[in-house]
Nanobody
Framework: QVHLVESGGGSVQPGGSLRLSCAAS????????MGWYRQAPGKQRELVAT??????NYADSVKGRFAISRDNAENTVYLQMNSLKPEDTAVYYC????????????WGQGTQVTVSS
């Protein structure tokens, strides 16, 4: 069973920065995409950013402020978040999906990001 473990969440003032990390508990083959999603209280989970071998996709609300990157050798994905706003407050979840004999879709346990003055 593969586990994704997020770290780097916390509390920050508006305009501040945080860097989230997500590491897989073991090597994963057949990854199609890794990415970040978030869920604010009372709202549905939404895509923040995803990364495949050929494309990067960002939610409009974070374009120009967030950057996703990946260390393939370590099966780790990062989310650099700059110019944070109160509306970025949410639990951030890491995701990895792909095919390795069968479709897989792994989720982390989530890490809280709070942006408040």
């Amino acid at each position: 069973q593969v586990h994704l473990v997020e770290s780097g969440g916390g509390s920050v003032q508006p305009g501040g920065s945080l860097r989230l990390s997500c590491a897989a508990s073991q090597s994963i083959t057949g990854i199609y995409a890794m990415g970040w999603y978030r869920q604010a209280p009372g709202k549905q989970r939404e895509l923040v950013a995803t990364l495949t071998s050929v494309a990067t996709n960002y939610a409009d609300s974070v374009k120009g402020r967030f950057a996703i990157s990946r260390d393939n050798a370590e099966n780790t994905v990062y989310l650099q978040m700059n110019s944070l706003k109160p509306e970025d407050t949410a639990v951030y979840y890491c995701n990895a999906n792909g095919v390795d004999g069968h479709w897989f879709d792994y989720w982390g346990q989530g890490t809280q990001v709070t942006v408040s003055s």
